[in-house]
């Protein structure tokens, strides 16, 4: 079955910086696009990044554009997130999740992780 | 940006209720609308996608409608498991982008 499972959280100052990886299994991960999407404490969901199948196509949103760099390593099977000069506003839950079409971009998220928290916090 | 903005943003209903939620778009984004189903400490679970389209393995329960910027979420006789928060989400153009959030709660 396909699966999704986050790491790398954890605490940190602000101003510091954090990778977060995704390793993904049960499908064929080279051959779609996937994303980041966060939810600080008792919010709401926010869409963070995404790349495409191939890794020529990356998005991002405003509030981390610059700071943020979505990668993969499709050898691996593995997403990540490279998260520098963090703000404390930066403090949620990261997900990551599979785009619903192989190949292509619909930017509709079919699967998602379990989460992993990251707490920007002096 | 395009805003979503989801109505109500919490409601309370029984079991057997026929519940209905609202998404507004900003501005016109065809049928690239998509609800998606959060429970506490749980990662969020795609429900709906294209504005009518049921998920596979989800009930027929569940159905949503609309286009352009007025869409609805319809569960049409509430069930125990279906407490929990429902987002929509615009897939029309990025930056994406998600509704608040309606919390629907145990009478």
């Known amino acids: 079955q396909v699966q999704l499972v986050e790491s790398g959280g954890g605490v940190v100052q602000p101003g510091r910086s954090l990778r977060l990886s995704c390793a993904g299994s049960?499908?064929?991960?080279?051959?779609?696009?996937v994303h980041w999407v966060r939810q600080a404490p008792g919010k709401g969901l926010e869409w963070v990044a995404f790349?495409?199948?191939?890794?020529?196509?990356?998005y991002y949103a405003d509030s981390v554009k610059g700071r943020f760099t979505i990668s993969r390593d499709n050898s691996k099977n593995t997403l990540y997130l490279q998260m520098n000069s963090l703000r404390v506003e930066d403090t949620a839950v990261y997900y990551c999740?599979?785009?619903?079409?192989?190949?292509?971009?619909?930017?509709?998220?079919?699967?998602w992780g379990q989460g992993t928290l990251v707490t920007v916090s002096s | 940006d395009i805003q979503m903005t989801q109505s109500p943003s919490s409601l309370s209903a029984s079991v057997g209720d026929r519940v209905t939620i609202t998404c507004r778009a900003s501005?016109?984004?065809?049928?690239?609308l998509n609800w998606y189903q959060q429970k506490p400490r749980r990662a969020p679970k795609l429900l709906i996608y294209?504005?009518?389209s049921l998920q596979s393995g989800v009930p027929s329960r569940f159905s949503g409608s609309g286009s352009g910027t007025d869409f609805t979420l319809t569960i049409s006789s509430l069930q125990p498991e279906d407490f929990a928060t429902y987002y929509c989400?615009?897939?029309?153009?990025?930056?994406?982008?998600f509704g608040g959030g309606t919390n629907v709660e145990i009478k």
């Open positions: 294209a504005a009518s």
């Open positions: 999740a599979r785009d619903a079409a192989a190949a292509a971009a619909t930017w509709v998220f079919d699967y």
């Open positions: 501005q016109s984004i065809g049928i690239y």
């Open positions: 989400q615009q897939s029309s153009s990025t930056p994406l982008t």
């Open positions: 790349i495409s199948y191939d890794g020529r196509n990356k």
């Open positions: 049960g499908f064929s991960f080279t051959t779609y696009t």
